[in-house]
């Protein structure tokens, strides 16, 4: 078993940006040295890395610059910010098995000044992998955005639960909320209404402006090592109480739309039901959660998908604050990915150990399990982590 | 204005010529009056990209000038039943498009009109047009 | 960097039949009613009309009437986008034809018929059924095919009005260059899918689908005006979109079904920002749900994006995007 084998002993990230005026490599390793830094570690005690295929830094670019020596795990996890949980997941069954002892899991990029992922890229369908042949069921048809291949799925959960664009924009103004406290948050000092969300522009109907995460530079970096290991080390350890991945029947990347339903995310069901199972929680001993919000509707579906919801009650759930702090189910204290940056799931991850060290911006009171998801709208993973 | 009665037309009779001058101003202006957009019809340069030698005359123009050269001859008591067109070589801007008719035919009170429209590179335009006279007074 | 399908060059003979087939289906669907005239029958349109023919004949603003050769006048598209239903059953055949190379066209036959003349203020409705499509026939300009449709204007009181029946050839031209310029195209005033420009090379679509071995028939099958559904050759199942394997029965027998083209919305979505290449924006992009059972990706085209909804009814149209690829698309059906 996994189960509280592992712990993330420390945190470190950069300056979340619009323009970080550094290369993907150089923020990548600035970030790992603040995490190991907290943790206590040196680079020299470094063996293992675990990053995103999507990652543009090879995991032998940043232990060279980080001075790390003789690595034995290596690995990438796929589909996108789906990875985020997946990295510590990976990292977590190397230090339990003995494979590596101490494992960085980083990602740095350039979001907002190099490559955006929000831009239609002409290639996505040009070439005959079995990635470019999903893709070309879509894109010839300009279907090609994350937020065109997301809207499709909130026009039907809008359809089937008669939830509302208001619904979504909930999510909008908790996050921005939340932002609005935390001095790292991009939108620190910087709430929304919920007029405000309906009269931002469309992007692709039913999906507003601000039911969109915003791009970022930055780096965020993780130390994952055992438990036993981390209570020896400088920081409380976040203990990794459950972890897992998850894919679903008939699932393809962003555009599952062939199986019979289109108004949840079975993939997230598949995570969801290992972390229950894994951990012997419920939803009822989580105090707050980061549920990955790189567009609205998700987080939506996600309440639904974890339990902490029955499905179609997530637009009541969200009701009076229902995620805000102070509510039912404080979400995304930090911000989230709307609020704070989109570093790709990893910030989350972040914020998620520091609820349980007691340390964050807009601490929750009372903090013993934290949920945490990956990527929504392709094959994922999530985490609950514990004060350990 | 002069208007014809059934009477006055004898079958086997020609109608005076018509011809018309095809400026650019006529190919543009009946193309935007039929509101026509299509590029060949007022932007010589697209014209040309699609192996035209200039602008052209567009059919709904075409059908409207068969119909003016029946009704300038007959008048406009005359009412048109039918105009049937067989479509030939394209009426090029700075081109001469002349009509000449004859009468064909003339049935249960309808006359009909052979009409001929030419260009320089030949016929554009042949066909019939189907019309009523007034009876005399 | 792309992998368009390769232009399928299938005999003579089976060409032939699909575009009789396609035809067929297309005067199966009968009279197509289009978005009524935006304007009424007015004034000012017939005094410029006039002006602009020289025609001066004083018996239709002194009668309040217009002159009966301006029909097709109050009906045309103009510069305005596709409005509201504002569809014909020419189109697919004609995108059909240029997919298989007929990309040439002249107009050849206009013949109208007045059954009164209209009046100032009545607004005109257009209804159009594709009649025929015969050949392949040798011409002057090339092999090619005669395409005949019927446009009757309807008025308030839905009595036809008018008639006409429009003819053109589509035919393959004898070099790249389009029509050879000793007999430069006619213009085919009507259906947009005819019009002359596009018998010159167009730019090409950037977004297009990688094919394989698995995906090629499906393609195939859009260039020849078909909605092919893959069908394991053992347990019948069918599957979109396709692959190599049955997965219900591990199968790699794999054949078509050829399906109906008619299926609704599931979900869909209005694309603003940010622009995509090869696109105007806004465009909607729809799950259609098929009743053979399957669910596929296209768009919804000739209806507001306003009048999309979940449920709608949709038949599907092919529509040439540049000389090679066909996508096809879904127009609002009759339900």
Request: glycine residues 10%; hydrophobic residues 40%.
């Amino acid at each position: 078993m996994l189960k509280s084998r592992a712990a993330i002993a420390g945190i470190g990230a950069t300056e979340f940006s619009k323009r970080s005026g550094r290369s993907e490599l150089r923020l990548a390793a600035e970030a790992v040295f603040a995490a190991l830094d907290d943790a206590g570690v040196a680079p020299g005690d470094v063996d293992g890395m675990v990053t995103f295929t999507q990652d543009t830094n090879q995991e032998i670019a940043v232990a060279r610059e980080i001075g790390a020596g003789e690595l034995t795990y290596f690995s990438r996890v796929e589909y996108g910010g789906g990875a985020a949980c997946g990295t510590v997941a990976q990292a977590a069954m190397a230090v339990a098995t003995g494979v590596a002892t101490t494992v960085v899991c980083y990602r740095a990029f350039n979001e907002r000044s190099g490559r955006r992922f929000g831009q239609p890229d002409a290639r996505l369908g040009g070439q005959p992998t079995s990635q470019g042949l999903e893709m070309s069921w879509h894109v010839p048809f300009g279907l090609m955005t994350p937020a065109g291949w997301v809207a499709m799925f909130a026009q039907r959960y809008m359809h089937t639960y008669g939830a509302t664009s208001e619904d979504f924009g909930r999510v909008a103004v908790a996050m921005r909320r939340h932002a609005s406290t935390n001095p790292a948050a991009w939108f620190h000092g910087r709430p929304i209404t919920l007029a405000e969300h309906q009269e931002s522009k469309w992007i692709v109907e039913p999906l507003h402006l601000l039911d969109c995460c915003q791009e970022s530079d930055g780096a965020v970096a993780l130390v994952v090592t055992t438990t036993e290991r981390a209570r020896d080390l400088r920081r409380s350890p976040a203990v990794i109480t459950a972890a897992a991945q998850g894919s679903g029947a008939g699932q393809m990347m962003m555009t599952s739309y062939y199986r019979d339903d289109m108004s949840g995310l079975p993939e997230m069901g598949v995570v969801g039901r290992r972390l229950w199972e894994m951990s012997g929680l419920t939803p009822q001993d989580i105090q707050t959660a980061i549920l990955y919000d790189h567009f609205t509707p998700f987080v939506l579906a996600q309440l639904e998908e974890l339990g902490f919801c029955g499905r179609g009650e997530a637009p009541g759930y969200l009701q009076d604050g229902g995620i805000e702090l102070g509510g039912r189910l404080p979400v995304n204290p930090n911000g989230g990915q709307l609020g704070e940056a989109y570093i790709h799931g990893m910030n989350g991850i972040a914020e998620a150990v520091r609820q349980l060290r007691g340390t964050s911006a807009n601490q929750v009171s009372g903090v013993r399990n934290v949920l945490v998801t990956a990527g929504t709208g392709v094959p994922t993973s999530g985490l609950i982590l514990s004060a350990g | 204005m002069r208007t014809l009665t059934e009477d006055q037309v004898e079958l086997g009779s020609a109608l005076p010529e018509l011809s018309i001058d095809l400026t650019p101003t006529v190919v543009v202006s009946t193309a935007l009056a039929t509101m026509d957009f299509t590029p060949v019809h007022h932007d010589v340069e697209r014209a040309r990209a699609q192996g035209s030698k200039d602008i052209f005359l567009n059919i709904l123009t075409t059908m409207g000038l068969v119909e003016r050269y029946v009704t300038d001859w007959a008048g406009p008591a005359a009412i048109i039943r039918r105009i049937n067109v067989k479509l030939g070589v394209p009426a090029y801007a700075g081109d001469r498009l002349s009509f000449t008719g004859t009468i064909v035919s003339r049935a249960a009170g309808e006359l009909t009109v052979e009409v001929r429209g030419k260009v320089s590179l030949g016929d554009h335009a042949t066909g019939t047009i189907t019309l009523t006279l007034p009876t005399a007074p | 960097m792309t992998d368009a399908p390769a232009p399928s060059t299938p005999d003579p003979a089976s060409v032939d039949r699909e575009l009789r087939e396609l035809a067929d289906k297309q005067a199966a669907l009968g009279e197509m009613r289009g978005a009524p005239a935006a304007d009424p029958v007015n004034a000012p349109m017939i005094r410029h009309w006039q002006d602009a023919l020289g025609d001066a004949n004083p018996a239709y603003l002194d009668q309040g009437v217009a002159p009966p050769a301006m029909i097709q006048v109050w009906t045309m598209q103009g510069l305005r986008q596709h409005a509201a239903k504002d569809r014909s059953p020419v189109d697919d055949t004609l995108a059909a034809l240029n997919a298989h190379g007929y990309t040439g066209v002249v107009a050849t036959n206009c013949e109208q018929t007045y059954h009164r003349y209209v009046r100032l203020g009545e607004r005109l409705t257009p209804s159009t059924r594709f009649t025929s499509l015969v050949g392949p026939k040798r011409t002057a300009l090339g092999e090619g095919y005669f395409a005949t449709w019927n446009v009757t204007w309807y008025g308030e009181a839905d009595e036809p009005v008018a008639e006409m029946m429009f003819r053109i050839l589509k035919f393959r031209p004898r070099t790249s260059q389009g029509p050879s310029s000793a007999a430069p195209p006619s213009e085919t005033a009507g259906s947009e899918a005819a019009k002359p420009q596009e018998t010159g090379r167009r730019e090409p679509y950037p977004l297009r689908p990688a094919v394989n071995a698995d995906t090629a028939f499906f393609w195939e099958g859009v260039q020849q005006g078909e909605l092919r559904i893959q069908r394991c050759a053992d347990c019948g199942e069918l599957r979109h979109p396709p692959g190599p394997v049955c997965p219900a029965c591990r199968s790699t027998n794999r054949t078509h079904t050829v399906a109906s083209g008619h299926g609704t919305v599931y979900s869909y979505v209005v694309h603003h920002h940010p622009p995509v290449p090869g696109r105007e924006t806004p465009f909607v992009v729809a799950v259609v749900e098929l009743p053979e059972g399957v669910r596929i990706v296209g768009n919804i085209v000739d209806c507001p994006t306003d009048a999309v909804s979940i449920g709608m009814s949709l038949r599907v149209t092919y529509r040439a995007l540049d000389d090679e690829l066909v996508l096809p698309m879904w127009a609002p059906g009759e339900s």
